[in-house]
């Protein structure tokens, strides 16, 4: 009785082991990694070409130059998982505002606006925060140096667009780069200068390749090609620090620019609703 107890006893503790081992095994093989797919959303109304002589170059480069100036959102699918980068304008009565909100065109993408995980903000100006509230359960990402802004009532007294992170909403703030997923794929790049705490995004897509969106580090093609700084910029050696890391990511990577003001990049992805993968 006593050696069969010990052989069932033996038995079982065998079964564990080969639970335990295959546990194991499976939990060491890697996890097939999720599909990232990106797109642009239009988050204002364009105005009249934008004579970017006037305050968009602290050594007068521009003189005369006027560029289509275009405002962008975009949304990153990451397996089920959103980040939604950059929110544009609010809808309003203002002629910039946008036609349809970020949720309604994520609805023309087939994405429930619970389903947003992250909204990154590039940094903290009105054409970047204006839907940032839509979207109360999302964490926040921003650079430190902008939360700081942000959050201070004394420098940002209209705190509509954050009012979910000030009230209890999870905010992450930033300072340095954040790999978004934990698997490299989307990666939020510290690029101070154009504000304290800018920040530009990297997606690493499987099939179109890398891509680098600008937030506001450079506005518009001369601008980025020039190394501009707009007067308005709070670092200016900041600024050209962070221009120059960029272009060496760029090269490196060999990855597809996109300037997020400009026009002119708005089909370097595919049209919307269609979806870079
Ligand atoms: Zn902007």
């Not at 980040?83 to 910039?96: C, E, I």
């Not at 990666?187 to 506001?216: A, C, E, F, Q």
Request: hydrophobic share 40%; with cysteine; aromatic share 6%.
């Amino acid at each position: 009785m006593t050696l069969s107890l010990r052989s069932s006893a033996r038995a079982v503790s065998a079964t564990t082991l080969l639970v335990t081992l295959t546990a194991t095994v499976e939990a060491q093989t890697p996890a097939t990694p999720a599909a990232v797919s990106l797109a642009r959303l239009e988050c204002g109304t364009n105005q009249p070409p934008t004579d970017v002589g006037q305050r968009f170059s602290d050594t007068y480069a521009y003189n005369g130059l006027k560029v289509q100036l275009v405002y962008s959102c975009y949304v990153i699918r990451h397996g089920d998982d959103v980040l939604v980068w950059d929110t544009g304008f609010p809808k309003s009565n203002a002629p910039t505002s946008p036609k349809e909100t970020i949720p309604e065109l994520l609805g023309r993408l087939g994405l429930a606006a619970a389903q947003v995980k992250y909204v990154g903000l590039s940094h903290s100006h009105g054409d970047h925060i204006g839907q940032a509230s839509l979207f109360p359960a999302a964490t926040l990402l921003v650079g430190k140096g902008d939360w700081d802004v942000l959050s201070d009532a004394k420098i940002t007294p209209n705190q509509a667009s954050i009012a979910p992170w000030l009230s209890g909403g999870k905010v992450e703030t930033l300072t340095g780069d954040k790999d978004v997923f934990g698997d490299g794929s989307v990666i939020i790049l510290n690029m101070p200068g154009h504000t304290p705490g800018h920040r530009s995004l990297l997606v690493r897509l499987k099939g179109m390749g890398n891509v680098l969106l600008t937030g506001d580090l450079a506005h518009f093609h001369e601008n980025y090609d020039s190394n501009g700084v707009p007067s308005f910029n709070t670092d200016r050696a900041a600024t050209l620090a962070s221009i120059d890391r960029f272009k060496q990511i760029a090269k490196n990577l060999k990855a597809t620019v996109i300037i997020q003001h400009d026009q002119r990049d708005i089909a370097k992805l595919p049209l919307f609703p269609q979806m870079a993968k």
